[in-house]
């Protein structure tokens, strides 16, 4: 039976080619983007309330290119989808590729899609869960690594996992996705500005601890 578009083969096959596309020049990304690019993917974005705001959970993509790329390098647990195919049990399945555990049972939200720069596009659905981090562990994949250097590495498809608050999120997410973290905020009455003490002076109140990652 063949593997589909959808199935770990296949996206361990398809990170390698979106890796090199990054550094080909622009002509070279307009020549391969038809080809290579997914076009849309789908993503659940879990949320849990504390008592400083509310947290969603997000990802680190893993690999070289990403290493050490941190703000707007963030994304909501995802991956690509066929045409036809339902977006709300792709983005399940997804989750569980990127994460290492099932998507959890629950009332799912409907955040509608956003457009990423590169023109795909991505459905999300928010879950309320206190999903425990002791149970990352996602999916590898398998590249040439150093280029031309003949050696197969294999890398985690997301290296990190954390829960972080909304105003965190909105710096971390790739910025093509804030457009569904802005619809859950809406959702929770809450904003994705950061708190104003309304205080000056040299010795302003230090903020409780968070137990999250950031």
């Known amino acids: 039976m063949g593997s589909s578009p959808t199935s770990p083969t296949n996206k361990k096959q398809a990170l390698p080619r979106l890796f090199f596309i990054l550094f080909l020049g622009p002509a070279g990304r307009a020549g391969c983007y038809n080809k290579t690019m997914p076009k849309q993917s789908a993503g659940i974005l879990l949320f849990r309330r504390s008592p400083g705001g509310a947290e969603v959970l997000i990802v680190h993509p893993g690999g070289p290119f990403w290493a050490k790329k ?32 099932p998507a959890p049972e629950g009332v799912y939200l409907n955040l509608g899609q956003a457009k990423q720069r590169s ?19 996602s999916n590898m994949f398998t590249m040439e690594w150093p280029p031309k250097s003949g050696v197969q590495q294999e890398f985690p498809e997301c290296d990190r996992a954390a829960w ?51």
């Open 70 to 101: 941190d703000t707007g390098a963030w994304s909501i647990p995802k991956g690509e989808f066929e045409e036809g195919e339902d977006a709300e049990t792709a983005a399940k399945r997804e989750f569980e590729e990127e994460i290492g555990a």
């Open 119 to 137: 023109g795909k596009i991505v459905y999300g659905f928010a879950c309320e869960n206190d999903f425990n981090l002791e149970q990352f562990k």
């Open 164 to 214: 972080v608050t909304l105003t965190v999120a909105k710096k971390k997410l790739v910025s093509g996705q804030v457009p569904l973290l802005e619809t859950l905020a809406k959702e929770l009455g809450e904003s994705l500005d950061p708190p104003t003490s309304g205080k000056t002076g040299k010795n302003p109140p230090v903020p409780p601890a968070q137990a999250s990652l950031f």
